[in-house]
Every structure is written in C-alpha cells, then in structure tokens.
C-alpha cells in the first residue's frame, strides 16, 4: 500500500495528545533541555509556511533530546494582546478578545496539524486574565523598586488617525499606513528605568551562547561610552555649556558647539535676531524621527545661535549653532564639534563653511582612527607630541584642574517608553489620588482588567481609549472611599513577552509567579530560538525583566536565554505590474522568460511573504497535499537554518519522494514489514554507512545544521532501498535517525517492525568510532571545475591529496604542456587544477 499522511498524520497526533506523551514533569534524576520558541502573534491570517521553521528545528532538538534521555520542556503560547486586534475591532466593531480567541484557535489547530511535541497542558496566552495579574505584579514591583515613573515624553502623534504611533509606523514625517501626516507631541508617559541596568547588562552578554552579532547590536544599543563632560563658559558671561565627548584629547580642534534642537538652554541663549529662524527650525525638527536624525548621509542642517562659547584651552570664539542630528537625550544635548576628526562635524562644517582642524597627525580629508594610541597630537599646545591615549588622560586631568570638566561614561541607552495610548493591552495597576500623587494597586485587586468598550479610538483631546470608560476611570482607594481615578495607559505588547518563559514552568500556579522548585529545575531556557527582527529589544527588556527578577529573588538565574538561534526568512515570488499591482501568482504563466497575468506583462520578484503581495502559503494546503512530515523536512532541507530562502512548492514533491522511498524500505505492498527486511549481519560497506550516518546526523542535529542531516538520511535510504536483504538493525536505526525529522511515518514504521511502544522515547541510536573510518574513498580531479577523472585512495589522505592526485596516469596525461595557474586542494574530497586556456 502506498505511504498516506492523511491517514497516518491524525492518527499520531490523537495518540500523542491522548496519552499525553510530551507532558514535561520535574525530574531531578534527568538532565533537562528547556526549548523555546519566540511565541507568535495570532493574527487573523493565520500561519504561512515561513513561521514553522523556527518550530520544526526546535522540534527536531527535542525529539532528538528525549532520545538522548533527557527530560525536555517544550511549550507553547499567543502573544496576544496588541494593535492589529484593536485596529480589527475598530474597522469591524468585533470586540478584540472575540478575535484574539478565534484566532487563537486558528493558529493552534496548524501548529497541531504539524506533529510538534509540545507541552500543550502548558499553553498560555497573554491576554489570560491569569497572565495578566502576573505581568501587573511585575510592574508593582518596578514601581516598588523606584524603576517605573511618569514623565512628559514627546510622542508620534497623528491628528487625521486620533492617534498615537510607534516609531516604526512613520517615515518621513508621516504614517506609513495612510501617508497622513504626524507630528511630535509632548504627553504623559511611563517609563522604566532600564539605564539602571545598562552596566549589567552589557556584562551579562560575555557568557552567553549567542551569535557574536546579535551581541554586538545589543552592545549598539546600550552604546556605552566612556569620554569627558567638558564646560565652556558662554561669551560675554553669559553663563556656561556642558558638552559631553569621547574624544576630550580633540578639544583643541574644536571649532563650534552644536544644541540639539531641544536643549533647554536655546531660548535664552539665541540672539534676538536669529530666534525666528531657531524657531522655525526647532519646529521642523520636531516632526523628525530619531532614526532620521542620526541617518549618516542624510544632509546636515542647521541654524546658527547668534551666539558664542569660549573654547577653554584656546580662548577661541566658537559659534554656538543648533543641528537636529545632536539628540537631546544622549551625553548633554551638546557636543564640542571637531570637524577634522568625525565625519557628521566635518559634513556640517563644510555644509556652513566653518573652521576646521587637524590636532591628531595624520592623512585624509577627515580623520576617524583618533583611538589609536600609536598616533601623535598636533597643533594641541600641551599635548603635542604625545600618543592619543595618553593625551587623552592628560587633558581630563588638565580639565579636573582647572573646574572645567571630568571624566564620565555614558550610554546611548534610554529608559524605556512603557505607555501606550491604546485599548488592548494590560492596563497599568495604578491609581491617581486627588492630591497628584500615585499609588500602586494592591496585589489582591490584581489582575485589573480592560473594562468593555464599543470604541477603541483615543478621544478627541488626545486621551487614551480607556478614557472613555469614565465608570471604569472613577473608583475610590480599595478599602476608602477616598476617591481616585484609574491609570488610561495600558502597557505595551512587549510586557507580556518580556517573561512568558517563567510562566510556562508554571503555568497554573495561583500563589505566586513561579515556584522556586520549578524555577531552579528548568532555567535557564537552553535554547531560544526565532526570528532576527527580536534581535535586539525583545531580548533587551525580557533581559532587563529577568534581572530585575532575580534582584528581588523569583529567579535564580541573572540570565534567561543561554543559547540563542536566529532562523532565517522564507520568501516567496510576487508578481507586479506596471502599476504597482500585485496579483495571484496563481493565474501568471511564464514565456519566453517573461511573465502574464493574462495579457498583461507583469514584474516578478522575490519579497517577503504577506497578504498585501499576494504571496502567502497556506501550511495547510502543503499539508493537505504531501502531508506534515514533507513540510517539516522540506523547510529544513532548503538551506541552512540561518539562511534566507526562496520559496518553492514544487520542492516539496522531492522529500515527499523521499519518504516514499522510506515507506518502501520498510513496508511491502500488502502493508507489512518488507521480507527484504530480516535480521542477518549487514554487509560490511552497508554497516560502516549505518555508523557514518549516525555520527553526522548526530552531530548535525547538535549543530542545527539539518539541512546536511537529511542528506545523509538520503544517501542510507538510497543504500538500503537496493539490496534483496535489508538488516533490520540497520533499517531500524534508519526510522529511528529519521523520526525527529518526519516523526509521524517514522512512529508508523516503527510499528511494522512489533513495536507496541511510541518510539518517542527510544534510546538515540550509537556508533562504533573504530567503524566511522573509510580505509578508502573516491577522489575527484577537476580542471577548471569540471571533473575530468575519479580514483580511489586512502581514506586518510591528508595533505598528500595533491601529490596522489598528479601521480595518476590519467591527470598527467591531461596536464601534459599545460601552464598550472593555481590549485585548489578541498580535503577528502577533491583538487581542482585551474589552468591556462
């Protein structure tokens, strides 16, 4: 009988969930694996063929894990508070928590139709009132801690919406979604004092497993600079300016100051003569995002004071100009501009025609590499002659001297912007007393829920949406009845993803966050894994949540993510037309290299999946028609994990060959184990490729390198679908190797062999080190990169490859009078000639 997922597939998935087979319980006599998964979003579109990667590679690691004796966690959740709920509701009048659970339900059931072995008694969903109260006592203690506090924070808001924006929904001044313009408004805002853990963690990075570039963009992130604060005294005594710099050895190349556009000294320091252009161009600057600001090559604007600040080592006038690319919040709002030794200052200066001077020795029109200590000081009075470094601390000293400045160490890190003025989200357990003071709710009040609206827009003053709810608003201090008036912000998506992973030690526990036992058992998590777009603040504040955790003793670890993976994106084909139009692909056919939609010649290109270009998979429909198990290991066979790969339903049909070819190893045409299939010594090449495949296939799953692993389960299904007798040892260790891959087919031919058991627990399959090694393989000789001659040697070769590769006949033959340019030796595998045509 033919290989059928749609019979097998469900019938797994029944008798996993029926008997609870991935059900983690503590067990201290275990090793533990903690895998995660960065929990999804349930949006109404439901899953595309791009999200299951990161969860079938995890799947796969605890498939395999189990096998290897540990005990393995492995849940599942909805990160399920958030706009695109809120925005749904208010286009279509649906309330969010009716969507959020249909569409829950959506995604739940395509994660199950894919056989991953999670822990589904452990499911979560942040939007749980159960969750919620938690994610609430979390921000008690935050506040408790003096790291949670209000203040005016200017916002992205756009009048035409009502409403406040991210800054990832606007460019160029303007929402990205409509185009209406949007404006920098001061508002009331929550902020947590992340800064207080910059040090931390920085520190916290050293010791963990994760790509060396995604450590790098949180050390970005935090920007820990070490430099000087440095004052210069204001022309004509008109008070003084604190600039902060990394570079205090350069102050003799000073040759302006900078404000930026909202340094609170620019009023009253601008001349009357120039206070409408500064007006003007602050307002300007208002309506910029920070990102556009800094943005490298962007011109670089400005408006000059009418002012002046004494450089102090110079007694230079230095004009004092204002420029929307120094930010308020980073050093002092003001920087001593040294156009000869950073390119922003070197830009503007030649932009404004300003001084510009060179004070470390060197080449080049402007000069970058000032840290490098070997370099000399020029044109810098008491610091000439000596190497960058040291003159680097000789002028703070000369600075600390003389009451002018000292040093001090700054981060490009700010306090985290909490608040959000929107309706579906954790609202903020506080209340507002009538003499403006705030206290927090009482843990017994918790958790405090969004009250039931009909509409989610803010109001028209700009108030929150949980404004409108002026019931809900008023209420008195529990216990009094001192009057109070509820907190309107909510909190924004990231809160509930900052520590889901604590809950799902936990899940049902109703004392506290998480017992200490279970605690102490599973964290940290030992491998997250999801997409690269969380690189730097999701992991940034569960981080910063983690070790405030820790400081007030619910966690036992200071870090919660040892390893970290980033999966790569699947993309997949759109198709355009002139217009900008997307269509179906469905309905585009290709000639001559060209492509249609009917008559219409139309654009194709490789882009991100979404709706919007018309090119999502559906899961379900790859599974309806190869079935889970090929979905699984097509999108592991595509590439490497970390890779960025198109999309091709047609691929597909090749593993599903493939686990044909499996099925039929095993099973005859009447269904049952294959007579080929008997238990007698397997031939000797046959039982040196068993052994090979189960050292690579095991040391590509450690890895994460899956894609190699399939290929070596391909070579032993090519090598065992051929002979008339088919070790049953070998075919077992076969299924085995493959079920954490394909682990329904591989639990049904399990059976064929009289098995009772799920296979799920089934001791990894070993390997003989002495039966790894070839005594000999085929080599190959390229010319030019074709092969042009094949011969066998020993297996350990070594660096006598090229040598044993010219002794061959045939090759000397074949490079006779031919001019050898180079060579090319890949070692146990081939060497290439390239020589002169």
Known sequence: MPYDPRAIEPKWQALWAEHHTFRAEIDPAKPKFYALDMFPYPSGAGLHVGHPLGYTATDILCRYKRMKGFNVLHPMGWDSFGLPAERHAMRTGVHPAITTKRNIETFRGQVQRLGFSYDWSRELATTDPSYVRWTQWIFLKLFERGLAYQTEMAVNWCPAQNAVLADEEVKDGRYVETGDPVVRRKMRQWMLRITAYADRLLEGLDDLDWPESLKAMQRNWIGRSEGAKITFPIDDGGGTIITFTTRPETLFGATYIVLAPEHPLLVTMTMPAARAAVAAYVAKAEALQETERVDAGREKTGVFTGTYAINPVTNARLPIWVADYVLADYGTGALMAVPGHDVRDHAFATTHGLPIVRVIAGDGDVDKAA???????????????????????????????????????????????FSRQRYWGEPIPVLHLADGSVMPLPEECLPLLPPELDDYAPTADGEPPLARAEDWVRTTVPGTDFPAWRETNTMPQWAGSCWYYLRFLDQHNERELVAKEAERYWMPVDLYVGGAEHA???????????????????????????????????LAHSYRDAAGRYCEPAVVVERHGRWFAGSTEVHRAIEKMSKSRLNVVNPDHVVDEFGADALRLYEMFMGPLDATKPWQTSGVNGVRRFLDRAWRIVCDE???????????????????????????????????????????????????????????????????????FAPHIAEELWGKFGHKETLAFVPWPGFDPELVHE???????????????????????????????????????????????????????????????
């Not at 703070?396 to 001090?408: D, P, Q, V």
């Not at 940034?540 to 007030?552: C, M, N, Q, S, T």
């Not at 033959?813 to 001019?819: P, T």
């Open 775 to 837: 005594e000999t393989r085929e080599y190959v000789v390229q010319i030019n990169g074709k092969v042009r001659h094949r011969f066998t040697a020993t297996a350990e070769m070594g660096d006598g490859l090229l040598a044993a590769a010219r002794s061959e006949p045939e090759v000397m033959a074949l490079l006779a009078d031919r001019e050898i340019v180079r060579e090319i030796v890949v070692q146990g595998r081939l060497v290439n000639f390239v020589v002169r045509e």
């Open 536 to 570: 730097v603040l999701h992991l940034l504040y569960a981080r910063f949540w983690h070790k405030v955790l820790y400081d007030i003793g619910v966690v036992s670890t200071e870090e919660p993510f040892q390893r970290l993976f980033n999966q790569g994106m699947i």
């Open 670 to 740: 009447t269904d049952i184990l294959h007579p080929a299939v008997r238990d007698e010594t397997a031939d000797p090449n046959i039982l040196r490729l068993r052994h090979q495949t189960v050292k690579s296939v095991t040391e590509d799953i450690e890895a994460m390198r899956f894609n190699t692993a399939i290929a070596r389960l391909m070579e032993l299904s090519n090598a065992l679908a051929a002979p008339d007798v088919r070790p049953r040892d070998v075919v077992e260790t076969f299924v085995l190797l493959l079920s954490p």
């Open 371 to 417: 840290d490098d200590g070997d370099r000399q000081m020029v044109n810098s009075g008491f610091l000439d002659h000596l190497g960058v470094l040291e003159a680097r601390q000789a002028m703070i000293a000369w600075l600390r001297a003389n009451g002018l400045g000292s040093a001090k160490i700054t981060y490009r890190l700010r306090d985290w912007l």
